[in-house]
C-alpha cells in the first residue's frame, strides 16, 4: 500500500497480485482486488479491471463497496456494457447514499458528485429519454433531479440527438423554474439545429418533419415575433433548396 501512496503503482501491484493469487483468506484480498482493478482500468484493460472489481466486490462487507461498484460501473461502459454501466453505477449511489457524508468521507468512499456525472453519462446510452424525471427524482431526490436533467440535455444537444433533447427539455420545463423561462429560446435553438443537420444531410423528409414541429410549437403558439421571423427564414431556405433539387433532378432526366 505504501509503494502505491507514494506513486509506485508498478511495484505495489506485484504484491498485490500475490496476495490475490496466494492468500485468499487474507484481511487485504477485497482491497488487492480493488487496486488490481483500478491498475489495470488505468492502463485501459477494461475487461480484466472489470474481472478484478468482481471479485472484489464478493465481500459484501467491505466499507469501500460504493468504489468498486463505481469502478465496475465505469469499466463495464469502457466495455459497451451500458445498460449493466447504469445499473451498478445506481446501486453504487443507492449504496453511498445510505451512510452519512461524514462516514463515507472517513472511509474514503465518497463519490457523490462524480457518480453523479457518470449517472448522467450512462443514461443516455442506456435510459429512456421519456422516463428521465422519474428516474432521477427517485435516484437522487427531487431537489438534485433538475442538474442532472440538464446536464443530461446538454449531452444529447452535443452528440446531435434533438428528439431526445427535446423530450428532455419539456421536463426540465416542468420542474425548474428558470429552465422555464428559457424554455421557448432553447426548445426553438434544439429544433433549429436539429434542421440544420436535416439540411447538412440532404433529408427533406426529416427536414419538413422539424419544420412542422417548429410552426406548431411556434408560429400556433405565441412563440415571440424574432422567433416567428427566424421560422419563415428557414422555410424560404427550404422552398429554395427543394426547387435547386428539383432542377437537378430535371437537368438529369434530360
Not at 482486488?33 to 475487461?47: Q, T
Not at 468512499?109 to 427524482?137: I, M, R, W
Request: no cysteine; aromatic share 10%; glycine share 6%.
Amino acid at each position: 500500500f505504501n509503494h502505491w501512496e507514494l506513486g509506485n503503482q508498478k511495484k505495489s501491484i506485484g504484491y498485490f497480485q500475490r496476495i490475490a493469487n496466494g492468500y485468499p483468506s487474507s484481511r487485504y484480498l477485497t482491497e488487492s482486488y480493488r487496486y488490481i482493478a483500478d491498475y489495470e482500468f488505468s492502463n485501459r484493460r477494461f475487461k480484466a479491471s472489470l474481472e478484478a472489481y468482481q471479485k472484489a466486490a464478493r465481500d459484501k462487507n467491505t466499507p469501500t463497496m460504493p468504489k468498486i461498484l463505481y469502478g465496475m460501473s465505469w469499466s463495464s461502459y469502457k466495455i459497451g456494457q451500458n445498460k449493466r454501466a447504469l445499473d451498478t453505477i445506481v446501486q453504487a449511489i443507492r449504496l453511498s447514499r445510505s451512510t452519512t457524508e461524514e462516514e463515507a468521507a472517513k472511509r474514503g468512499t465518497s463519490l457523490q458528485n462524480d457518480a453523479y456525472d457518470a449517472l448522467v453519462l450512462f443514461y443516455s446510452e442506456a435510459g429512456n429519454p421519456k422516463e428521465a424525471q422519474s428516474f432521477f427524482e427517485k435516484e437522487v431526490g427531487e431537489e438534485t433531479a433538475p442538474e442532472l436533467l440538464s446536464k443530461l440535455l446538454s449531452i444529447y444537444q452535443r452528440q446531435g440527438r434533438y428528439a431526445e433533447a427535446l423530450t428532455t427539455s419539456k421536463q426540465l420545463e416542468s420542474v425548474d423554474s428558470s429552465a422555464r423561462e428559457e424554455g421557448s429560446q432553447q426548445r426553438y435553438e434544439i429544433l433549429a439545429n436539429a434542421l440544420k443537420l436535416a439540411q447538412q444531410k440532404r433529408d427533406p423528409e426529416r427536414e419538413q418533419g422539424i419544420l412542422k414541429t417548429l410552426i406548431a410549437e411556434f408560429v400556433q403558439k405565441d412563440g415571440g415575433e424574432e422567433i416567428r421571423e427566424l421560422i419563415r427564414n428557414n422555410l424560404r431556405n427550404s422552398a429554395k433548396q427543394a426547387h435547386k433539387e428539383s432542377d437537378k433532378a430535371g437537368n438529369k432526366k434530360v
